[in-house]
């Protein structure tokens, strides 16, 4: 079953504005990753934030992670045309270490 | 120097065929992983092994083989293949079978005609 699930499914921004994007996940987790995915290539690492973790940056990313809501949001801050890609969320459950993906958001930035 | 490189790339077959995909990674990793994407991007995750022991087996069916002739070799092959089998098929490596991050390859395009 689906374990992580990202709203909206599409997001279309303009270079410069922010992109926020969201995943709910349902069962206990050891930490939550997002990756990104360029269309027709493979999925890459972003950031890993732990179950003890509130917020987490690196570079232009911002990552939340609210357990008591079993929720995470993904901010990318001043978007460039090259950050167009599927954005997946992925949870690790607590005490293995099966990893699983929700369906992605789909963010379109135009120049 | 690809990290994790997996061949072919592309894949055309027939219904009822058998296809093998390849998968290498040079990152000294322990953990490999098959993961298949389908038409609406789903990632769902098919097998791990561990130090070619096999961890994870999701509800695949049987016509699904994954061989790891040593830890940094994953192959999956996949028998009298069906329509339904048509997706993209990433290989995946991590440094334990931990969760940590995961390294995948640029992943291989199998259409069944």
């Known amino acids: 079953s689906q374990q992580g699930e990202e709203d909206p499914q599409a997001l279309s921004i303009q270079e410069g504005e922010n992109a926020t994007m969201n995943c709910s996940y349902k069962t206990s987790i050891n930490n939550l990753q997002w990756y990104r995915q360029n269309s027709g290539r493979g999925l890459v690492h972003l950031i890993l934030i732990r179950s003890n973790e509130r917020e987490k940056h690196s570079g232009r990313l911002r990552v939340t992670l609210d357990t008591s809501k079993k929720s995470s949001s993904l901010l990318i801050t001043a978007s460039r045309a090259a950050d167009t890609a599927s954005y997946f969320c992925?949870?690790?459950?607590?005490?293995?270490?099966?990893?699983?993906f929700g369906a992605g958001t789909q963010v379109v930035v135009t120049p | 120097d690809t990290a994790v490189s997996q061949t072919p790339k592309y894949l055309v077959t027939q219904m009822g065929n058998d296809k093998s995909i390849k998968c290498e990674q040079n990152?000294?990793?322990?953990?490999m992983y098959w993961y298949k994407q389908d038409s609406k991007k789903f990632l769902k995750i098919m097998f791990s092994y561990n130090n070619k022991e096999l961890i994870i087996n999701e509800t695949v069916p049987n016509r699904f083989s994954p061989k790891s002739p040593d830890k940094a070799h994953l192959n999956l092959h996949i028998n009298s293949l069906e329509l339904g089998d048509s997706a993209v098929y990433f290989c995946?490596?991590?440094?334990?079978?931990?969760?940590?991050?995961?390294?995948f390859g640029e992943g291989s395009r199998l259409t069944v005609l």
């Open positions: 992925a949870t690790a459950p607590s005490g293995w270490g099966k990893l699983q």
């Open positions: 995946a490596s991590s440094p334990s079978e931990t969760a940590g991050e995961l390294f």
């Open positions: 990152l000294g990793h322990d953990t």
